[in-house]
């Protein structure tokens, strides 16, 4: 099983930005979409954004459109979330996931292994 790790995290205040990063363990995620979802404190986890295996196709959730961008980097395993102007409905915790399919959905039932998220927090 492939294995995730999130990293960038942190706090910040309203209008500020992050970078997440997604380190996977294994090179096979490399013909998988990824995607990243986040879940604030008694909430459902909610779908973000995802990406498909040769980063051509990006999906956003409405709330992040014009804000996040979504990117990756084969050779390194990795993805990424950059985000701006950032809000306080922002702040959960930030998990990656990978797909079982070429291209990312915005179901999690749409994703095999997950990372254990990074917390994000915007403060007003």
């Known amino acids: 099983q492939v294995q995730l790790v999130e990293s960038g995290g942190g706090l910040v205040q309203v209008g500020g930005s992050l970078r997440l990063s997604c380190v996977a363990s294994?090179?096979?995620?490399?013909?998988?979409?990824m995607g990243w979802f986040r879940q604030a404190p008694g909430k459902e986890r909610e779908f973000v954004s995802a990406i498909s295996w040769n980063g051509g196709f990006k999906n956003y959730a409405d709330s992040v459109k014009g804000r996040f961008v979504i990117s990756r980097d084969r050779t390194k395993n990795t993805i990424f979330l950059e985000m701006n102007d950032l809000k306080p409905e922002d702040t959960a915790v930030y998990y990656c996931?990978?797909?079982?399919?070429?291209?990312?959905?915005?179901?999690?039932?749409?994703?095999?292994?997950w990372g254990q998220g990074t917390q994000v927090t915007v403060s007003s």
């Open positions: 996931a990978v797909s079982r399919r070429a291209v990312g959905g915005s179901a999690t039932n749409d994703y095999t292994a």
């Open positions: 294994s090179r096979t995620v490399s013909n998988n979409g």
